[in-house]
């Protein structure tokens, strides 16, 4: 959707690296949502970010929406192959329903 | 259930043949919802039930593509005359109420591809 950009698109790193994937949407955000999908199965439901400024963490993997409820981050400390997948963010424009991001591939190497 | 369930996990079908895929969704949620991931996409919105509601259908790519959902619980996505576009994973998701709340629980999808 070109209301919600997801970067990178992919991303390679080692084992132990931090990491960030970014979400930025056109429009304010009421909520966004992140997933991780592996391959054949559907979406794991991450963290749902909904004040401006929130920030929140799960084990090693910690969360963030701006102030201006426009942008997310998402940030992966010390990597580990589990991480692997593919990360979507998910975003609440108060239509009812979520419009994702065209995701980022996530590839974590020993 | 546990959790949103699809079926067929796959399914390979002839251009031109009509192809119904279902979605059954946690016992009490309101809110259906179907996805479609295309290789390398994200995922693109379809149609949203809500209750008893006029369903949302304004993310069909075109007439050949329809959803019912019978007495409030499982939901039939079904579409005619299959191009080769069409292949995708379908992906069906259900939430509590109206409203996003936590989000939602997604079911594993169906593989379509379309010969």
């Known amino acids: 959707s070109q209301e919600l950009e997801q970067s990178p698109q992919s991303l390679i790193v080692q084992e132990g690296k931090n990491l960030t994937i970014n979400c930025t949407s056109s429009k304010t955000l009421y909520g966004l949502y992140w997933y991780k999908q592996k391959y054949g199965e559907g979406l794991i439901f991450l963290m749902m970010?909904?004040?401006?400024?929130e920030e929140k963490s799960h084990e090693k993997i910690t969360a963030k929406l701006d102030e201006k409820k426009q942008q997310s981050s998402l940030h992966i400390t010390a990597s580990q192959p589990s991480h692997a997948g593919i990360y979507l963010c998910g975003a609440d424009l108060n239509t009812d329903k979520l419009i994702f991001g065209t995701g980022t591939r996530l590839q974590v190497f020993p | 259930g546990a959790g949103v369930s699809q079926s067929p996990s796959n399914k390979v079908t002839e251009k031109g043949k009509d192809v119904e895929l279902r979605c059954d969704p946690i016992?009490?949620?309101?809110?259906l919802y179907w996805y479609r991931q295309s290789l390398g996409q994200g995922l693109e919105f379809l149609i949203y039930?809500?209750?008893?509601?006029?369903?949302?259908k304004s993310g069909l790519p075109s007439d050949r593509f329809s959803a019912e959902r019978t007495g409030g619980s499982v939901s039939t996505l079904t579409i005619q005359r299959t191009q080769q576009e069409d292949s995708a994973v379908y992906l069906c998701?259900?939430?509590?109420?109206?409203?996003?709340?936590?989000?939602?629980?997604f079911g594993s999808g169906t593989r379509l591809t379309v010969v």
């Open positions: 016992s009490g949620h309101t809110a």
């Open positions: 970010l909904q004040k401006g400024g």
């Open positions: 998701a259900s939430s509590p109420r109206a409203g996003l709340g936590r989000g939602y629980t």
């Open positions: 039930f809500q209750g008893n509601s006029a369903p949302d």
